[in-house]
């Protein structure tokens, strides 16, 4: 069921495992829709494939899908992809100037800082997979 605050995009299934389905989505800027984003170079588009639980329902490739993402898990992603690393670097200038560290080791920490973090992010990336999780809110027929 759809609530008020759920994030959702309109796809199309490209495959199907065992257990969840690969849905293709464009997302879009919020200029893509002006009338000059064909000649702006700030308009853009990027695909994605989104990993998404199998439903019930059957679905087959090509088929038109809406994809569902609460926004609890939006933030969560959200803190998880960006806010924590930047608290991170803050936090590593703050301290390797607080001990007098010089300029270069100061810098190197600020990035090092986010290379492990997102290396140990990716390790535990099946875990926040649990977490973070996609569904189907509706099927159409093409």
Same mark, same amino acid.
Do not use: D, K
């Given at each position: 069921m759809k609530q008020p605050d759920d994030i959702e995009h309109e796809g199309i299934v490209t495959g199907i495992t065992e257990s969840h389905i690969l849905v293709r989505i464009l997302q879009q800027s919020a200029c893509v829709g002006c009338h000059a984003a064909s000649v702006c170079a700030t308009a853009e588009q990027k695909e994605k494939i989104i990993e998404v639980e199998k439903p019930d329902t059957p679905v087959q490739i090509g088929q038109k899908v809406v994809v569902t993402l609460a926004t609890k898990a939006g933030y969560r992603a959200l803190?998880?992809?960006a806010i924590?690393?930047? !608290?991170?670097?803050?936090?590593? *200038? &703050?301290?390797?100037? !607080?001990?007098?560290?010089?300029? *270069? &080791?100061?810098?190197?920490c600020a990035l090092l800082v986010p290379v492990l973090y997102y290396a140990i992010l990716y390790r535990y990336r099946d875990r926040l997979k649990k977490q973070i999780t996609f569904f189907l809110k509706q099927t159409f027929v093409l």
């Open positions: 803190w998880f992809t924590l690393p930047l !608290l991170l670097i803050i936090l590593s *200038l &703050v301290v390797t100037t !607080l001990c007098h560290a010089g300029e *270069l &080791v100061t810098g190197l």
